[in-house]
């Protein structure tokens, strides 16, 4: 199973960007898709999910700026992130938890996509 993220760039205090990320591989089906970001010199932290009940959940910092959607025929989660600040320069990414298919049996996986660098620029 591969995460691939996608949309990342230079942008300009104000601007937008939109982020993809879509699971491939042997995948019976995915539970969750979310986005994180990892600062430079920080931890890597929670920038938006869903809540089990399908709400949409941000992290203080974002509210109000980001949104997140999922289509799950695709299995793809989305990021649009609006009034970018140069605080969001970060690497952002995708991680999903998905049931796979395996030789032996199904399994139960958490994975993180490779990350897509964002750039805010004053």
């Known amino acids: 199973v591969q995460l691939q993220a996608y949309g990342g760039g230079l942008v300009q205090t104000g601007g937008s960007l939109r982020l993809s990320c879509t699971a491939s591989?042997?995948?019976?089906?995915?539970?969750?898709m979310d986005w994180y970001r990892q600062l430079p010199g920080n931890q890597r932290e929670l920038v938006a999910t869903?809540?089990?009940?399908?709400?949409?959940k941000y992290a203080d910092s974002v509210k109000g700026r980001f949104t997140i959607s999922r289509d799950k025929a695709m299995n793809s989660v989305y990021l649009q992130m609006n009034s970018l600040k140069s605080e969001d320069t970060a690497v952002y990414y995708c991680h999903a938890g998905i049931s796979v298919h395996s030789d032996r049996r199904p399994y139960y996986g958490v994975f993180w996509g490779q990350g897509t660098l964002v750039t805010v620029s004053s």
């Open positions: 591989g042997s995948i019976i089906s995915v539970d969750y």
């Open positions: 869903f809540t089990t009940a399908g709400n949409e």
